[in-house]
């Protein structure tokens, strides 16, 4: 079993920056993509950014530019540098993989971590 846990949300005033950290940890013998999705009051569950093994990454057109994925192979880590941040950038951001581990390979989620950009 693989378990994700997020840290780094909170409350930001426009313009503002915060960095997600998500890690992974259990029996895990290897992490393919690594990701960040999120999903506001009312609406579906969307990409944010990916990032793969060797490190090519995918942005949310609404993102690019703003945020930065990076993750640390060794660390089985992931996170997220939110730049100018905007209110309608509040959302609950959730952590994935996919990860191979004791049970073999499947999509994992973290529990997600409040982001709301308010003044």
């Known amino acids: 079993q693989v378990q994700l846990v997020e840290s780094g949300g909170g409350l930001v005033q426009p313009g503002g920056s915060l960095r997600l950290s998500c890690a992974a940890s259990?029996?895990?013998?290897?992490?393919?993509?690594m990701g960040w999705y999120r999903q506001a009051p009312g609406k579906q569950r969307e990409l944010v950014a990916t990032?793969?093994?060797?490190?090519?990454?995918n942005y949310a057109d609404s993102v690019k530019g703003r945020f930065t994925i990076s993750r640390d192979n060794a660390k089985n880590t992931v996170d997220l540098q939110m730049n100018s941040l905007k209110p309608e950038d509040t959302a609950v951001y959730y952590c994935?993989?996919?990860?191979?581990?004791?049970?073999?390979?499947?999509?994992?989620w973290g529990q997600g971590t409040q982001v709301t950009v308010s003044s």
């Open positions: 994935n993989c996919y990860a191979i581990g004791s049970r073999g390979g499947r999509n994992y």
């Open positions: 990032i793969t093994r060797g490190g090519s990454t």
């Open positions: 259990g029996i895990i013998y290897s992490i393919a993509d």
